[in-house]
């Protein structure tokens, strides 16, 4: 955190559903992650308020932003069970703001246009009463243009006045992914097409009325799939070899996308 804070770095806080002791979890969907091992009982309500208001202690003044889990409509802990999501955050949102009054929370991300595996997960968090307890809303798209409006206008619907975020946007810089994985969208040529990406879709988003547009900064290391290309910045000699790559031991090198998306990002 500190080091972030050095370089200029604002950090999004993701509040865990499994808490970092891994004593217990927010869901009644467990899986054990070693053999052998049993699921861990789900949390009381006090350790769960009492894990997020030590985590917003903590960093009170350093951190503002605050998210609780990822993708809750397609991540298997909540996929389901959108009452036990509303619940958590209905536990987190009080806890965090008697911490910091200052901390914002963002819903833990909704899953994007195309992606949900149901398609009706926002409106049934907002019928339960979810809806009370974030200040943020927040989604992934990775869609064509035509769908980002679409979502987007969903996404309003649902929400009225409170802001949007988009913290997952991107394109692959490989050509070999762009023509594999992203069959139909009209950008092409390798890292001239994530240029072209990024001067459509991320002035589009913020026309629309997106309050903030995330982009993937570094490639993530994993085998040959369209996100192993998807940074900004790569570490040379280590994309697409898998997680046993990692992150260290070489040069970082900036792609042309890169200028792009920090001059489409100056003032925001």
């Known amino acids: 955190v500190e080091a972030a ?3 200029g770095l604002n950090i999004i806080y993701m509040f865990d559903p499994v808490l970092p002791s891994s004593f217990c979890v927010m869901s009644t969907v467990d899986k054990p992650r070693l053999p052998g091992k049993t699921a861990r009982p789900l949390c009381t309500d006090e350790q769960f308020q009492d894990y997020i208001t030590q985590v ?3 960093f009170k003044g350093k951190i503002t932003y605050y998210e609780l889990g990822n993708e809750p409509d397609l991540t298997r802990l909540w996929r389901d069970i959108p009452e036990q999501y509303a619940k958590a955050l209905a536990l987190a949102y009080p806890a965090m ?4 009054p200052n901390a914002k929370m963002l819903i ?3 899953g994007g246009g195309g992606q949900n595996v149901d398609p009706l997960y926002p409106q049934k968090l907002k019928d339960l009463g979810a809806f009370e307890n974030f200040d943020i809303y927040n989604y992934h798209t990775y869609d064509k243009k035509e769908d980002v409006t679409a979502y987007f206008n969903e996404a309003k619907a649902l929400v009225g006045n409170k802001p949007i975020w ?5 394109y692959p810089s490989s050509s070999e992914h762009q023509k594999r994985d992203r069959v139909g969208f009209p950008y092409s040529g390798g890292e001239d097409g994530q240029v072209a990406y990024y001067n459509d879709i991320l002035p589009h988003l913020l026309s629309l009325g997106v309050e903030k547009v995330f982009g993937g900064l570094i490639d993530i290391p994993r085998d040959d799939s369209s996100f192993c290309t998807y940074g900004l910045v790569y570490v040379d000699g280590k994309q697409c070899l898998g997680e046993s ?7 970082l090198v900036t792609k042309k996308a890169f200028d792009t998306f920090k001059q489409l ?3 925001q």
């Open 5 to 7: 804070s050095q370089r």
């Open 56 to 58: 917003v202690t903590r």
């Open 97 to 100: 703001k008697a911490a910091d």
């Open 108 to 110: 833990g991300v909704i």
């Open 166 to 170: 988009v913290t997952e946007a991107g």
């Open 245 to 251: 790559a990692g992150y260290v031991g070489g040069e």
């Open 265 to 267: 990002n100056s003032g």
